[in-house]
């Protein structure tokens, strides 16, 4: 089963952009659903995580403020809403099912079903 993530495009500075995660099976399983973003050259970075457990949420501090992640179950979807975007969040978004224990939950390798991301490209 694999996480689907659409909703990217180009922006303006300052604009916002909704982006969506699915699951091609029934409902999402694992411990949860994280957003990592990666550009050409550099690390996938971690973005934020929501845990079924609780709900409970997780940021970078590079989004934190600027950037909500939820849930709708009825839809079996992730969403990450991103407010106030800058030049330095254009990446290829990924979202991808969290495996791991909790202090794993900004760890890229404790993730697996990554789907095809989606390109946000922010301009100046």
């Known amino acids: 089963v694999q996480l689907q993530a659409f909703g990217g495009g180009s922006v303006q500075a300052g604009d916002s952009l909704k982006l969506s995660c699915a699951t091609s099976?029934?409902?999402?399983?694992?411990?949860?659903i994280g957003w990592f973003r990666q550009v050409p050259g550099k690390e996938r970075e971690f973005v934020a995580a929501?845990?079924?457990?609780?709900?409970?949420?997780y940021y970078a501090d590079s989004v934190k403020g600027r950037f909500t992640i939820s849930r709708n179950n009825a839809k079996n979807t992730v969403y990450l809403q991103m407010n106030s975007l800058n030049p330095e969040d254009t990446a290829v978004y990924h979202c991808?099912?969290?495996?791991?224990?909790?202090?794993?939950?900004?760890?890229?390798?404790?993730?697996?079903?990554w789907g095809q991301g989606t390109l946000v490209t922010v301009s100046s």
């Open positions: 991808a099912k969290h495996r791991g224990i909790l202090s794993t939950v900004r760890v890229s390798t404790a993730y697996d079903d």
């Open positions: 099976g029934r409902t999402f399983s694992g411990n949860g």
């Open positions: 929501i845990r079924w457990s609780g709900g409970y949420t």
